[in-house]
């Protein structure tokens, strides 16, 4: 299996080579050079397999350059029920006939993030080791990449990590859990301004090929590709669950800022995973739900990305839509360049064609919708008062979504997002009660914090990195 870059750089790479990288030397995304398919008899085998062994079979279908043993070996050190809580990994949370949450967020940090950054800890361990290698992990997070990422790599050989956020704009459980991380090898930034600020400065570091090289900079963002190709497993794992037989269909909604977990759920249906609809779910940073709904992206700047009760989702610059782009336009490097280059930086947006526009749903299942503040409060009452579960903001907003969005006779699959203890004051809002938290973590936000506050620059990011190796 070869990977390419989705603007044209014609060198094709191994899985190890992009692993520890970030984006493509022509500034691209890295994807494979074809979907690998997957035909009924592999489908009805992988039907009883346990999450780790699932995990392996895909995993394998892209991975060609760690030796089956190592890569199993590593899928089963991370996938266990001592680190998710749970034998299934990602059990289902049946709320009614045919609707579902997925839950994703037993890992350590209590969100979805988990289920991808664990395993990428154990790869990145494990190719600096055979490589003798280090690396300097550079990050922006919203709130949950951060820490997973940070949770995933504390303490291990040979990586550093240097995480940016948004200072001041993620909920009070989300900054602790990171700035109270004590490892020497855990570096936080908080930059005074909003997420895409954070994630323009990774991409500008990632795109200065000299510093890149010269300071080892990697990258555990959504526009890692093993980051991504980790989720896709879950996908696998929840149609099993939904269903009797693989001649069945289900839809899945996802809450939706980065593109990188939608992404996944894109790729698992290009490998024949008998997916109806993917559905994005976007807050009121409704970029991708314009995109959906007009064929225009028009991502907005600092000034003009509203702060939201779901701020995982407050996100204007969708960093993986340009995979799904890359493969709307039948893989057309040159016009994902001039799109993702010269036409965003003259006009600010892009608009595809109407042929193309009808491609997202006829061909790839894709359609839309948008959740606001209200909006998840009252879902939030009412998962409670129907189905007496309470829910974390960006799944309200997925759910909210999702019964917008049910199709007869399809089971709707929403992929749960993180545990509403580290959203305490909207569910406060919603329902009157203060939400349960894992014992351990009663005195999160009390604990001592290591923070750096920096502005919204790319010299000073650059110098702090060049001071801290």
């Not at 990449?145 to 995480?163: C, L, N, P, W």
């Not at 600020?197 to 000299?210: E, F, G, M, P, R």
């Not at 329902?431 to 750096?452: W, Y």
Request: hydrophobic fraction near 40%; glycine fraction near 8%; charge should be negative.
């Amino acid at each position: 299996m070869k990977y390419l870059s989705t603007r044209g750089d014609k060198t094709e790479r191994h899985f190890c080579d992009i692993l520890l990288e970030g984006l493509a030397p022509d500034g691209g995304l890295y994807l494979p050079t074809a979907y690998p398919r997957i035909d009924a008899a592999t489908l009805a085998r992988w039907r009883g397999l346990s999450y780790a062994d699932l995990a392996f079979e895909i995993l394998s279908l892209y991975i060609d350059d760690i030796p089956a043993v190592d890569l199993k070996a590593i899928v089963h050190r991370t996938y266990t029920e001592a680190v998710f809580g749970t034998p299934q990994i990602t059990p289902l949370k049946p709320l009614a006939p045919g609707l579902a949450l997925v839950a994703l967020s037993n890992g350590p940090t209590l969100a979805f993030k988990d289920m991808a950054m664990q395993l990428l800890g154990q790869l990145f361990e494990y190719e600096l080791g055979r490589r003798g290698e280090t690396l300097n992990i550079l990050g922006a997070t919203s709130g949950d990449t951060g820490s997973a990422a940070e949770y995933a790599m504390r303490g291990k050989a040979g990586i550093q990590v240097f995480m940016l956020s948004p200072h001041g704009r993620m909920s009070p459980f989300q900054q602790a859990q990171m700035f109270s991380l004590q490892e020497a090898n855990i570096h936080n930034i908080a930059v005074q301004g909003v997420f895409d600020d954070c994630q323009d400065i990774v991409k500008a570091v990632s795109n200065d090929l000299a510093f890149k090289r010269g300071h080892r900079i990697g990258t555990v963002n959504s526009i890692n590709w093993a980051r991504l190709l980790a989720q896709v497993v879950y996908y696998f794992a929840a149609y099993f669950q939904a269903t009797k037989t693989d001649a069945e269909r289900v839809s899945f909604t996802v809450p939706s800022g980065n593109f990188g977990n939608v992404c996944a759920g894109h790729v698992a249906r290009m490998m024949g995973l008998p997916i109806e609809q993917l559905v994005v779910a976007t807050n009121e940073n409704d970029v991708l739900d314009e995109f959906f709904r007009t064929g225009v992206y028009r991502p907005r700047g600092a000034e003009h990305t509203l702060e939201t009760s779901s701020p995982s989702m407050d996100i204007s610059k969708a960093s993986n839509f340009e995979r799904f782009v890359f493969d709307l336009l039948d893989r057309d490097a040159a016009r994902v360049n001039r799109l993702f280059g010269e036409e965003l930086a003259a006009k600010g947006c892009f608009e595809i064609t109407a042929e193309e526009r009808a491609r997202i749903g006829e061909r790839y299942g894709f359609v839309s919708g948008r959740s606001t503040h209200e909006d998840r409060v009252a879902t939030i009452r009412q998962c409670h008062a129907q189905y007496g579960v309470i829910i974390d903001t960006h799944t309200a907003d997925g759910l909210k979504v999702a019964l917008d969005k049910r199709q007869p006779g399809v089971p709707m699959l929403v992929l749960e997002t993180a545990l509403p203890a580290k959203f305490a004051a909207t569910i406060e809002e919603a329902l009157g009660l203060v939400p349960p938290r894992p014992a351990a973590l009663d005195d999160l936000e009390s604990r001592p914090k290591r923070v750096t506050v920096l502005p919204v620059s790319v010299d000073q990011v650059k110098q702090f990195i060049v001071d801290h190796v």
